[in-house]
């Protein structure tokens, strides 16, 4: 019997001695004295930063791309503020849903080729305005101070407004759990779990003429949302002295955010192929590779470089990267005069 009790208490010994060891290693991966390179520790991954397409990103793109070809003059669109109107929150406080959804309807108008004024955040142009009305900026020595002219500023013809309404959960949902085993103590058991659910996200937009504010186009969108869960495991005694208990899991969730940009998209979407005359997807059966709307939105070129460097190009995720362009490699290796 004592020696029983005393073979307990070393393996006990042994795993608090094991645990305080591991403890130990892992505290002396992060030293509290900074590196050679200024760094406590270097942050994993590394992933280069890539386009942030939707299903009908595509689409908006071509949009833009007949827009030009077809020497149509798309109208100048403001876009005000698309809201979150939901209510939904986190436990922590934070929203549920985006804040940013103007920002997307921007982005989608980008890529469908229209012209767009700011409206959402002046504060810079009313500062800007404020200073040269004090004669406080100067572009240049020989014209002094910068003169504020009369209708400088170009006004829209539309404006986008509206807010995402709808967050739904748990439409529908189905599961099953399953535990298994021997009733014998020292016999494994096993776990297997699995689920999926489906909630949804909508939001209303409507298009407005600014002169008149006559609301000439409303758009109603939902789109749902999937997520699973799967998990596994099994718990077992060995030799009435060992203990195995293992399990794995995975879990996913359709971005809700993403869903959000989606809807946005191809509501943008239908109210530009409105401006633009366009009677449906037809018009996209052409190909312009140096075109100058991609996936990533559009610009305004400012030099002739559209062989080398557009819209396209910028949808490469390993363009400009240190790791993956050899071209930035070479340069980082040497100095450029």
């Known amino acids: 019997m004592t020696s029983v009790v005393k073979s307990s208490a070393m393996r006990r010994t042994r795993i608090s001695a094991l645990l305080l060891a591991s403890t130990m290693a892992l505290s002396a991966c992060i030293a509290p004295v900074a590196g050679k390179n200024g760094l406590y520790a270097k942050p994993i991954g590394n992933a280069p930063v890539t386009a942030n397409p939707t299903p009908y990103s595509v689409a908006l793109s071509c949009m833009g791309q007949y827009a030009r070809n077809s020497s149509i003059t798309a109208p100048r669109i403001a876009v005000g503020r698309i809201l979150d109107y939901t209510g939904k929150v986190e436990v922590e406080g934070g929203a549920k849903i985006t804040q940013g959804a103007s920002l ?3 982005s989608a108008f980008a890529k469908a080729g229209a012209r767009l004024v700011e409206r959402y955040d002046t504060s810079v142009s009313e500062l800007e305005l404020k200073y040269a009305n004090n004669k406080l900026i100067g572009d240049d020595e020989a014209s002094g101070y910068r003169k504020i002219k009369a209708g400088s500023v170009p006004g829209s013809d539309f404006y986008l407004v509206g807010g995402i309404t709808e967050l739904n959960y748990n439409i529908k949902s189905i599961g099953v759990d399953a535990f298994g085993g021997d009733v014998d103590v020292d016999d ?14 909508g939001l209303d937009l409507r298009l407005v003429e600014t002169r008149t504010l006559e609301v000439v186009d409303v758009i109603s969108y939902q789109k749902q949302i ?4 799967v998990g596994a495991g099994i718990f077992a005694f060995f030799n009435n002295q060992n203990i195995i208990d293992v399990s794995a899991g995975s879990r996913a969730l359709e971005p ?10 191809r509501a943008v979407l239908e109210m530009s192929a409105n401006l633009y005359g366009v009677s449906g997807p037809a018009v996209c059966n052409f190909n312009d590779p140096l075109g100058t709307i991609g996936l990533t939105g559009s610009f305004i070129t400012a030099y002739d470089n559209q062989d080398t460097n557009n819209a396209f190009t910028r949808q490469d995720p390993s363009r400009w990267h240190d790791r993956r362009d050899r071209t930035v490699r070479r340069g980082l290796r040497g100095r450029y005069d």
């Open 188 to 201: 494994p058991k096993g776990f297997f779990n699995a689920k999926s659910y489906v909630l949804n996200i």
């Open 104 to 106: 997307m309807a921007i």
């Open 226 to 229: 999937i997520g699973r869960e």
């Open 256 to 265: 809700v955010q993403l869903a959000v940009r989606s809807v946005i998209e």
